[in-house]
């Protein structure tokens, strides 16, 4: 018997499992306002430089830029109605004085003159938040083996709301810097334990479902941001309003039973077996959960035991030349997936159109992406999905190169459909990786994977900064870097209709046989290829 016949006996897809993974889900919905936060908390509104307090009453005149356009960062040393010689009077001098800024929403860019020479620190608070999930992850992962899963969970749900609130009331740019980077660390634990603790519940057949079905919750998180930042135009309400749900969440969280699998392994089979037996109750099934015994529970799990003391490192994933060749390009096309996507996901103020309107679009895009996915990934297979999709993001991005700035409507139907390749290879790397692997080091190397994507999106916003030498460099960057991933996805072997590798040995035997389709019963297939969808691009297990 396994644990997926255990579940059975109490109950697979009871009352228990619709209230597990709604309590896991509903917090899925609200991790997309902070992801997704700095759109609309650190838009950068039109500005100009403010008159010196000696000025005239009259209107001071801006000097032109080379576009045309008054100068942002400039003004006239002296007035234009100063009677001085040409040169003397066309001087220009920085803002001494601060900024004008034209817009009825408060930002931290407003609060804080993060524009012309500080510019830079709007993109660096977006790669700080980023380098917090990727240390959380690096981090977490460990201790969640440690000391159980939903002792990380419920940590970090506590963590998001105290940090996320606290940030609404940081009274410098450093301290926003500390917090933000604390909320990122908090949404890594977040999204590690949520899926585990959901997967686990369900029965093979449905965990696909769950799995995706919880991905939406992110999607359709994206559709609550705008509304939101629409409603609550001052960024600290705002950061607020975002934080103080995880405070219920963190409540909840104490119901979310704890990995059976990992008790077990840990040594706890007694605690485990109380937690089947209540499950069991819940479910209309207590007379079922009576006949668990405690050594019955230790025999069926026995081979996860045997394999979870296999000691396996990172540095395993170089032991083979095809695992070398697995790892390189997985990593390359993880890593240009989560640079490419933020590239654009936080770039939407670029493209001229109205911010919350841009915002419901690149989030409703998800939706029919995702679904194409899955019908390619079922009848295209794994290898030729992941490539096109950033294939074609790629060379969406280098396209806006070519696009005038003027042409917002066009500009703004190429992203669209850039962010809609990139969202669909988030989807197709998650279930390409868990096939790749060998059950043996799958852990490893999921975890090796979402760290190059978080490696990705934190230097994404960095990469906007090389726009100041010219425009067009840092599109040109994102774009090479996507098709680089493409390349890199058609050196990587098909996974569609073969079975998963369990040690090292049987991913050697197995790439020998690649170009000899095996075919197998639908059961044992869809036993054995579970999608775990992404809650949050880039944001997956580690």
Known sequence: ?????????????GRFQFLHVAILS??????????????????????????????????????????????????FVHPPNATL?????RATEPCLDGWVYN??????????DLVCNSNKMKEMAQSIFMAGILIG?????????????????TGSYLLLATSGSAAAFSPSLTVYFIFRFLCGFGISGITLSTIILSVEWVPTRMRALVSTATGYCYTIGQFILPGLAYAIPQWRWLQLTVSIPFFVFFLSSWWTPESIRWLVLSGKSSKALKILRRVAAYNGKKEEGQKLSLEELKHNLQKEMSLAKAKYSASDLFRTPILRRVT????????????AYYSLAMGVEEFGVNLYVLQIIFGGVDVPAKFITILSLSYMGRHTTEAACLLLAGGAILALTLVPLD?????????????GCLSSSFSCLFLYTSELYPTVIRQTGMGASNMWTRVGSMLAPLVKITGEVQPFIPNVIYGIAALLGGSAALFLPETLDRPLPETIEDLQKWSLQAKEPKQEPEAEKASQMIPLQ???PGLGSS
């Open 1 to 13: 018997m396994t644990f997926s016949e255990i579940l059975d006996r109490v109950g697979s897809m």
């Open 26 to 75: 509903i917090p899925v919905l609200n991790m997309a306002n902070h992801n997704l936060l700095q759109i609309f908390t650190a838009a950068t509104p039109a500005h100009h430089c403010r008159p010196p307090p000696n000025a005239s009453a009259g209107p001071w005149v801006l000097p032109m830029g080379p576009d045309g356009k008054p100068e942002t960062c400039l003004r």
């Open 85 to 89: 010689p040409n040169d003397t009077q």
């Open 103 to 112: 817009s009825t929403r408060d930002t931290i860019v407003i609060e804080w």
């Open 137 to 153: 992850g690096l981090v977490l992962g460990d201790l969640s083996d440690r000391f159980g899963r939903r002792p990380i969970l």
């Open 328 to 339: 390189f390009c997985l990593s390359l096309a993880w890593f240009a997936t989560g640079f």
């Open 407 to 419: 042409m917002q409507t066009l500009r703004t139907v190429i992203a669209v459909f850039g962010k």
């Open 534 to 536: 992404p809650y949050g």
